[in-house]
Structure formats: C-alpha cells, structure tokens
C-alpha cells in the first residue's frame, strides 16, 4: 500500500534558523513527489514537484530534495511568513493523476 | 479568474440530510479529485475522475457519491450526512495525467449535527 509519512509533525524556529522537513514514502514505483504549502483556512498551494533521485528544486528560502526513499524540505534563514503547514504528497507509477496520496503535513511556526 | 471554485464555503447539516458540494474549474483540466481533511490526518481522497463520464473511488469513498457529466464539473454528494463526514472539503484537479502539481479550491468546511 502506498503510504508517505512526514516529520516532525509540528516545529518552532526562531526567524533565521535553518531547518528541514522529513517527508519518507512507500510506493511500488514513484511517478512524481509533491510539497504544497497550507495556509490556515485556504487549500494548499503547490510549491514543487520532484520525479527523480537526486534531482533538487528551489523557490526563494526553500529547498527540495530527494532520494529513492525520502524527499526534504529545506528552509534556509526562514522569516515569520514562511509560517504554514508543508504538505508532502505522491503519485505512484501505477496511479493516474487523480490519484495523489498526502502525509498529514508539517505546523511550521517560525518566531520573530 | 481561472482556478477552481467550490461552493458553498461553509455549511450545517443535520444527520440524516442529504447535500451537494459543488466544484467547478475553468482550465480544462481532465484530472480531479475530492478530499477531506481532518486535523492531524492530512488529506485523504474520496473519490477521482480522470474525464468526463470517468469516476473511481479513493481512500474514503463510504457515504459519497460523484458523477462527472462535462469537463468543468465534479459534484460531491453526501446521501445522508453523519457526525463522522464533519469536515473540510477540497476539490483539486490537474491538466496531465503526469500530475504536475494540483490546483485546489478554498474548501467547503462541513458540520454535521
């Protein structure tokens, strides 16, 4: 069964405090993996989509990573904007794109 | 402007009522999908379509129902609503079937009494 776990589940940082978000998934085979961001009361909103081990994204303080295993969110310097829940998400190779699987997310909250 | 709308955006309803939640995009995107979520369950899909006419169930599928009879349309609709399908709802779709990254709807958040 496909199945994507994600950690921790909640994390406070000062602003300017690096960190990185855990995001470990199983699926007979990975077609894409997705992080979206969540802001409290609206639906998320996709930040990247990564296809391949090794292969890195960025978007201004964050940065995506992944292995044949595990995908990271990288957030460099964070401010108190980049507050949020990070969703992590997986289409497998057998599933069309209807059919993404969610982790329950990561509470960013970042301290000024 | 383009993006995906669901309506409504709040609603109470008794057990036993039935209802529908409505989603309607203007991109022409093939692929949609209807989630719930729950607090610290993250999203979880109800059911998907991959076009018009095309519908299969997700994760979640008890207590629901869609149909997909044009493109633009994805309707949800609860048969007789219970405590437990107390939720936030979000509709989403995407233009491949390589799935690119989903556009998602402001989410419908349902009580149910």
């Known amino acids: 069964e496909d199945q994507v776990t994600q950690s921790p589940e909640a994390l406070r940082l000062q602003e300017g405090e690096s960190s990185s978000l855990n995001c470990s998934y199983t699926?007979?085979?990975?077609?894409?993996l997705f992080w979206y961001r969540q802001d409290p009361g609206k639906g998320p909103e996709f930040l990247f989509t990564?296809?391949?081990a090794g292969e890195e994204k960025e978007k201004e303080r964050l940065k995506a990573t992944l292995t044949k295993k595990e995908s990271f969110l990288h957030i460099t310097a964070p401010k108190p904007e980049d507050s949020a829940t990070y969703l992590c998400?997986?289409?497998?190779?057998?599933?069309?794109?209807?059919?993404?699987?969610f982790g329950s997310g990561t509470r960013l909250s970042i301290r000024p | 402007n383009a993006g995906v709308t669901q309506t409504p955006k709040f609603q109470v309803l008794k057990t036993g009522q039935s209802m529908t939640l409505q989603c309607a995009q203007d991109?022409?995107?093939?692929?949609m999908s209807w989630y719930r979520q729950d607090p610290g369950m993250g999203l979880r899909l109800i059911h998907y379509?991959?076009?018009?006419?095309?519908?299969d169930q997700g994760e979640v599928p008890n207590g629901y129902n869609v149909s997909r009879s044009t493109t633009e349309d994805f309707p949800l609709r609860l048969l007789s609503a219970a405590p437990s399908q107390t939720s936030v709802y979000f509709c989403?779709?995407?233009?491949?079937?390589?799935?690119?990254?989903?556009?998602f709807g402001s989410g419908t958040r349902l009580t149910v009494v």
């Open positions: 699926v007979s085979g990975l077609r894409g």
């Open positions: 989403a779709s995407s233009y491949s079937d390589r799935n690119y990254g989903y556009t």
């Open positions: 379509s991959v076009g018009a006419g095309i519908t």
């Open positions: 991109m022409n995107h093939e692929y």
């Open positions: 990564l296809y391949s």
């Open positions: 998400a997986v289409q497998a190779d057998d599933s069309s794109a209807s059919k993404i699987i």
